[in-house]
């Protein structure tokens, strides 16, 4: 069950936080959304086992591994890194997954960049027999399907939709259900044009981009970001993941502070969830001696 938590600002801006991430405990937020009917299609394949892809701390395989367990398949992931092999009991994401039931495939980066080619693909069914594959990040057509639901009648009262973009599954699923008088704002989370990527599913073009809050890459923070995160943390109680949404959410209060948006303008910021990931990036933090993300 998810909830929207409002907050007021100057001009009577108004920004909701639909809070996707309490949709499960486990499969959270846009994996909830992305992974419904995809596994309601492996069920009606009567396929055996999913197989996906993702990275160290990924949200992706995390949610994979948890609605495998809960909805009866098997789960295989795909790991960026060999190095990995040895350090899934020290690694938060890999270590649930694990106890989920997954089998782990580690490749190294180079093999990786393969993800998506045929005989790569081909290879992996060879050695480990028929699966329902889910692409890195859960995104295709039935992805985009699940994450139109999450905007719904009571919705059409704001005037914009903003979310976090990794993939473009989440933001188009969003696209082809907003109200022709909303403009979706999408904060990508890493350092791309994702817009051909979206293109593919968006059905409008009542969208923009804004790419100017993804702190230098993927999975990167600084300091600002996190002290951020755990002051909009102590404020609201609201916890953000420092990949994705708590990004989205500083980009959104820093342009309603430079007054992008108009006055008396509705905001709906759509919690991703991810939180999964602090765990995981405090472990980096700390390594570096960087204050840690507060949950």
């Not at 693909?121 to 060879?126: C, M, Q």
């Not at 699940?146 to 979310?163: N, Q, R, S, V």
Request: proline share 3%; charged share 25%.
């Amino acid at each position: 069950m998810n909830q929207t938590v409002q907050i007021n600002f100057p001009n009577n801006i108004n920004l909701a936080i639909k809070r996707e991430d309490l949709l499960h405990p486990h499969i959270s937020g846009n994996k909830f959304r992305k992974l419904k009917y995809n596994i309601l299609e492996a069920k009606r394949q009567n396929a055996e086992s999913l197989l996906t892809f993702g990275g160290a701390y990924s949200n992706h395989i995390a949610a994979t591994a948890a609605a495998g367990k809960e909805y009866g398949l098997k789960t295989i992931g795909v790991i960026r890194g060999e190095e990995l092999a040895d350090k899934i009991k020290s690694n938060p994401t890999l270590s649930f997954a694990e106890d989920c039931g997954m089998e782990f495939v580690f490749v190294s980066r180079e093999d990786y960049r393969e993800k998506t080619k045929d005989e790569f693909i081909g290879e992996l069914r060879e050695k480990l027999g028929d699966f329902y594959l889910v692409p890195e990040g859960g995104t295709n057509q039935l992805a985009v399907k699940g994450c139109e639901e999450i905007l719904t009648d009571g919705d059409e009262m704001f005037d914009y939709i903003a979310c976090a973009v990794g993939t473009g599954g989440t933001i188009s699923g969003i696209i082809n259900t907003s109200k022709p008088h909303q403009k979706v704002l999408g904060f990508p989370a890493l350092k791309a044009d994702l817009s051909v990527d979206i293109a593919k599913f968006a059905q409008q073009d009542n969208w923009l981009l804004v790419a100017d809050y993804y702190f230098g890459g993927y999975a990167k923070v600084n300091e600002e970001l996190v002290a951020f995160i755990n002051d909009f943390y102590a404020k609201t109680n609201i916890p953000l993941d420092p990949v994705y949404t708590g990004k989205a959410v500083f980009g959104v209060i820093d342009l309603i502070e430079r007054g992008y948006f108009a006055d008396d303008s509705r905001i709906l910021m759509i919690h991703t969830g991810g939180l999964q990931g602090i765990a995981g990036m405090n472990k980096e933090l700390l390594k570096k001696g960087l204050p840690t993300i507060k949950t």
